[in-house]
């Protein structure tokens, strides 16, 4: 069959052929964890991302599909690639885009972050990427927002973009495409990491061996998880960080967030680089083609070393151009979900 | 549920043999002709009608494939956004003559968006267009250089074109229009 109609393919002329149905049908308002994806809309997130990778290479790498879309980033928190990254990727699909920080926002004079929602919804926001130090965040946002919430990361909890972008980053680096099988460890403070939480989904719903490292103090409460298993996907968890590193087919650093280190989780920053640093004799440990990553900003010396980091095994420049590819790929497939009258 | 026949194989075989025949001379030649099909019936026409080409001109024409998702005007409005196809054009359309090719020609709303993406890649010299079948029914100032077959339509119907490197078949059948139900969004 070429075509398929939907009820308001005959209420509304359009291009000449109606638009092919979806094999699968995209159903989510918001991006708020990646937990609730199927292995199918993943697989639509990375070929749309595909696309827009091509979009890219363009000589005007700018397509008008979010002409006239309102786009706000709201950000609680510092950040530089994944601010920039949905501004880019927003701006490359033809949105308008405001950026607001909330340190020079209402915010420093006491608004509420329900009264701001309702302040950037009110002033013509339609999609509202956010980011906050406190779990859960976007989810009230989302409860109040009549447009899409995209979760920018939010406190320890959840990056669904960043998860997506790694997943991504992974299957154009292995060998046919698939992580099923394959050895990924997560290396570092997991604790506080929004990161590696996102990650379990994905990468356990992509079928690879997933495992996680680091010091007892930087795992806590993962162990409960690792058994119970990411919507029944087991995972390992050591604090090995040899065990880990064995035959690993990619090595994904975190960074110490010196900020939330509080109450001696580490005896020093030093010890923690002698005892987890991922330097170049540990990933000798690992495949001799075994992908480095980081999801940024690194503490170079500490959780990486320079020379890893900047080494030929080192895909971290493709993570943050993968980003602004998987980042305008998921608001393209959001700006098209209708929203329940 | 099933249409009717419009086009046998033969007939689409003898329409894009014909169609190949009517570019050239209208070029005068092959000089500077590079065939661009629009995802995605387009992609195996264009294919089709460049194979004809080199069989009767000896020519080895240029092939690119365009999806004009992101340019669709009806993006805001449609249920779901469409699955984007790929795009993979020739390097370098500048000062050439680009013949867009295409299975159906109904609004002319596809061909708008095939020009508005064109453009972001360069300046061709001319750009033609060159369809398997018009239904008419046009709501933009367009016309194809190129025919396959007119067919009157009332716009309750839809025209379907099947290829064999897509559908498995060749043929172009018309039928009523049915309604499919909506999927609700979901958090």
Known sequence: ?341 | MSGRQIMTADEIRRATIRLSHEIVEKQAGTDGLVLIGIQRRGVPLARRIAASIAEHEGAALPVGALDITFYRDDLSMVAQQPVVKGTELPTGIDGKTIVLVDDVLYTGRTIRAAMDALVDFGRPQAIRLAVLVDRGHRELPIRADHVGKNVPTSREELVRVHLVEVDGLDEVEIERMVAAPQPEPVA
Not at chain 1, 107 to 119: F, Q
Request: charged share 20%; net charge neutral; proline share 5%.
């Open chain 1, 1 to 341: 069959m070429s075509t398929a109609i939907g009820p308001d393919a005959a209420a509304v002329p359009s291009v000449d052929d109606v638009p092919e149905s979806q094999p699968i049908a995209w159903r989510h308002r918001h991006l708020l964890d990646v937990d609730r994806l199927s292995t199918d809309e993943l697989d639509l997130i990375m070929r749309t991302t595909d696309a827009m990778r091509e979009v890219l290479a363009r000589p005007i790498a700018k397509v008008p599909a979010l002409r006239g879309r309102a786009v706000t980033i709201l950000f609680y928190e510092a950040s530089t690639r994944t601010r920039v990254s949905f501004e880019v990727a927003a701006k490359n699909l033809s949105a308008d885009v405001v950026n607001i920080a909330a340190s020079t926002s209402s915010v420093v004079k006491g608004e509420s972050l329900i009264d701001t929602v309702r302040t950037v919804e009110a002033l013509g926001a339609q999609m509202l990427v956010m980011r906050h130090s406190s779990s859960g965040a976007p989810y009230l946002a989302a409860d109040i927002f009549s447009g899409s919430v995209l979760n920018g990361g939010d406190g320890w909890h959840a990056h669904p973009t960043q998860a997506l972008l790694d997943l991504y980053t992974m299957r154009e680096r292995m060998p046919g495409g698939s992580l099923a099988g394959r050895k990924v460890v997560i290396l570092g403070d997991l604790l506080h990491s929004r990161v590696a939480r996102s990650n379990i989904w994905t990468l356990t719903a992509a079928g690879a061996d997933l495992w996680l490292c680091g010091p007892a103090t930087l795992v806590r409460g993962f162990e409960a998880w690792a058994n119970r298993g990411a919507a029944g996907r087991r995972f390992h968890l050591t604090t090995s960080v040899d065990e880990a590193l064995r035959d690993a087919d990619v090595v994904m650093a975190l960074r110490i967030q010196r900020e939330r280190m509080a109450g001696g989780l580490l005896p020093s920053m030093r010890e923690y680089a002698a005892r987890y640093g991922l330097t170049r004799e540990r990933l000798a440990l690992a495949r001799p083609d075994a992908l480095v990553m980081h999801p940024g900003p690194m503490n170079e010396g500490v959780e990486i070393a320079p020379d890893v980091a900047a080494g030929p095994q080192s895909v971290i420049t493709d993570q943050v151009t993968n980003g602004v590819a998987v980042r305008m790929a998921v608001l393209y497939l959001l700006a098209g979900t209708r929203v329940p009258s």
